[in-house]
């Protein structure tokens, strides 16, 4: 018998595979010192499972996967970190011969603080007052630059002294200065801002009268290794200071009225001029010696 021959037509679609894609909106900017949080959605318009690795991000940033289909990138710029940086994130369905790249920028902006005084500066004195207190200031940024330090307007008889944060200042205020203002002018900076801090000491005359006291003595001239100071001519106990030119006590002794000398070591003192002052009661005398 004969069989006849039955003829079928297969049919077969072939859907082409569609790769995944990221649906959130990129988060293209940033502020250094500000967390920076962008969470990254991902779908497949095939359903496949996705796989989103990290390619390329910058270091102030990690990378968190949350779900089969988020991660997180976050963390915080600082100010050496300022400008355009790229994000570069790898999708793959599984079906792909190569891993798809999703790629765009971050613009890392400047908003940095500048240093801020966080003392408050002494201004008023009266002659032969000691000066010495601290300018301190703070950088809230935390920026990985120490603060630089310029002066452009101080008297002559402070010394200043620069630390890492601020500046201490000692002296003690002549009496040619009394009756004066006298501005003192800071610049201080964090390596991108700088802020001025400027000011007025005002001096008051001192009770104690400046005098000149009789049969005063003051040798050798000019001293080397000791000094020597006679004053016949105090009549209760005084105050015997070495200073030097900008104002600093070097050395000090109290004497009894009546004491006719004093002796000083100035071993180790460099060569120049330098200062003594008396101080008994309301009256006082200051003078220079010369060390060679």
């Not at 595979?17 to 990221?22: A, F, T, W």
Request: proline share 5%; hydrophobic share 40%; glycine share 6%.
């Amino acid at each position: 018998m004969d069989v006849a021959a039955t003829n079928y037509t297969l049919h077969i679609n072939v859907t082409a595979n569609q790769v995944p894609v990221v649906e959130s909106t990129d988060v293209t900017v940033a502020d250094d010192y500000e967390l920076y949080n962008y969470v990254v959605e991902v779908s497949d318009p095939d359903g496949d499972a996705v796989e989103i690795t990290e390619i390329a991000i910058p270091l102030w940033m990690s990378f968190e996967p949350l779900t089969a289909t988020t991660v997180r990138l976050s963390g915080t710029p600082r100010w050496n970190q300022i400008g355009d940086t790229l994000v570069i994130l790898g999708l793959n369905d599984g079906r792909v011969s190569s891993v798809i790249e999703h790629r765009f920028a971050i613009t890392v902006g400047n908003t940095n603080t500048p240093p801020v005084l966080v003392t408050t500066p002494q201004v008023n004195f009266t002659t032969h007052d000691t000066l010495e207190y601290s300018l301190v200031y703070e950088d809230v940024d935390e920026d990985d630059v120490a603060l630089t330090f310029i002066v452009d307007a101080l008297p002559n008889w402070i010394t200043p002294t620069a630390g890492d944060m601020g500046f201490k200042l000692e002296g003690i205020v002549p009496w040619q200065a009394q009756g004066t203002t006298q501005a003192i002018a800071l610049r201080v900076s964090d390596g991108r801002d700088t802020i001025v801090t400027a000011y007025n000491l005002s001096i008051a005359p001192s009770a104690l009268a400046e005098q000149t006291l009789h049969n005063l003595k003051v040798y050798p001239v000019p001293a080397q290794n000791q000094l020597f100071i006679e004053c016949a001519d105090l009549r209760s106990e005084a105050s015997i200071q070495l200073l030097s030119l900008n104002g600093m006590i070097l050395q000090q002794v109290q004497v009894a009225a009546g004491l006719n000398r004093v002796e000083f070591s100035i071993e180790g003192y460099k060569a120049g001029v330098y200062l003594y002052r008396i101080i008994e009661n309301d009256r006082s005398t200051t003078g220079r010696f010369l060390v060679e």
